[in-house]
Nanobody, 115 residues
Framework: QVQLVESGGGLVQPGGSLRLSCAAS????????MGWYRQAPGKQRELVAV???????SYADSVKGRFTISRDSTTGAVYLQMNTLIPEDTAVYYC?????????WGQGTQVTVSS
């Protein structure tokens, strides 16, 4: 079992920045990849960014060049640096971990981009 806890969400003005953190605990050995997803009201959950155990990253087209995912391989923590935020980034952001073909999710953290 893997437990994930997100933090760092909040209200930010357009053009601002936020850094999300995801702390992993429990049996973190064997996690293949970790990522961030988001879900806006009335929309499906979508992938934002993912990083695998080798450090290889992938991003949604809508956030390329603005968001950066990183990880601490010793603690299992993963981070999402979000710059140049726009109102369309408003959503609940969820941390995800894939381990032995099983997905684990955090409870989510709200990000609101508004003036």
């Amino acid at each position: 079992q893997v437990q994930l806890v997100e933090s760092g969400g909040g209200l930010v003005q357009p053009g601002g920045s936020l850094r999300l953190s995801c702390a992993a605990s429990g049996s973190i050995y064997g996690i293949n990849a970790m990522g961030w997803y988001r879900q806006a009201p009335g929309k499906q959950r979508e992938l934002v960014a993912v990083i695998n155990y080798r450090g290889r990253t992938s991003y949604a087209d809508s956030v390329k060049g603005r968001f950066t995912i990183s990880r601490d391989s010793t603690t299992g923590a993963v981070y999402l640096q979000m710059n140049t935020l726009i109102p369309e980034d408003t959503a609940v952001y969820y941390c995800n971990a894939e381990q032995y073909s099983r997905d684990y999710w955090g409870q989510g953290t709200q990000v609101t981009v508004s003036s």
